[in-house]
T-cell receptor
């Protein structure tokens, strides 16, 4: 048990809709990273937040956006959903910046129909 | 750019067999290397890590050695158990502090 919790567990949306996924980081952790894991693939880095600021981003379009709150919890927002956005979305938290161990939540399974 | 290549699975072994999962990487410099494990329906758990060349990470009977000469970080276990059945991911630390993962190797251990 890592202490990183994600909600919801599963979600079904239709193409063109918008979705918000949530993550509560482990107590004391101030860095949150989001990853997309397509079926049968390794996780791909979406972006990272450190003390409420985005400080790293992978190769994802602007319709993937995020927030980090003062309590270090985080949201991932995806606009104009596409079928290829169907995946497991993983949140990871770490302490004191990006070089420490990342602890993962169980993920949110998003299906876009 | 940085990348990780893992042997393709699935790998099926009998209980108490020896396990090797190959992992090689391409990177600028000498990034930290990791093995994560994902059990069915769960997120990723850190299995072991190594932060510099010749470091050996170990945990729960699993081992991996950071080999800069061969740019490899192969995962080994001397005697696997049914409970080791999972998907194993090799990863390296990217320039943004993010993790760059391989595609994963599914291991099935039969009693």
């Amino acid at each position: 048990e890592t202490g990183v919790t994600q909600s919801p567990t599963h979600l079904i949306k239709t193409r063109g809709q918008q979705v918000t996924l949530r993550c509560s980081s482990q107590s004391g952790h101030n860095t949150v990273s989001w990853y997309q894991q397509a079926l049968g693939q390794g996780p791909q880095f979406i972006f990272q937040y450190y003390r409420e600021e985005e400080n790293g981003r992978g190769n994802f379009p602007p319709r993937f956006s995020g927030l980090q709150f003062p309590n270090y919890s985080s949201e991932l927002n995806v606009n104009a959903l596409e079928l290829d956005d169907s995946a497991l979305y993983l949140c990871a938290s770490s302490l004191g910046g990006s070089q420490n161990i990342q602890y993962f939540g169980a993920g949110t399974r998003l299906s876009v129909l | 750019g940085n990348s990780v290549t893992q042997m393709e699975g699935p790998v099926t072994l009998s209980e108490e067999a020896f396990l090797t999962i190959n992992c090689t990487y391409t990177a600028t410099g000498y990034p930290s290397l990791f093995w994560y494990v994902q059990y069915p329906g769960e997120g990723l758990q850190l299995l072991l890590k190594a932060t510099k060349a010749d470091d050996k990470g170990s945990n729960k009977g699993f081992e991996a050695t950071y080999r800069k000469e061969t740019t490899s970080f192969h995962l080994e276990k001397g005697s696997v158990q049914v409970s080791d059945s999972a998907v194993y991911f090799c990863a390296l630390r990217g320039s943004q502090g993010n993790l760059i993962f391989g595609k994963g190797t599914k291991l099935s251990v039969k009693p």
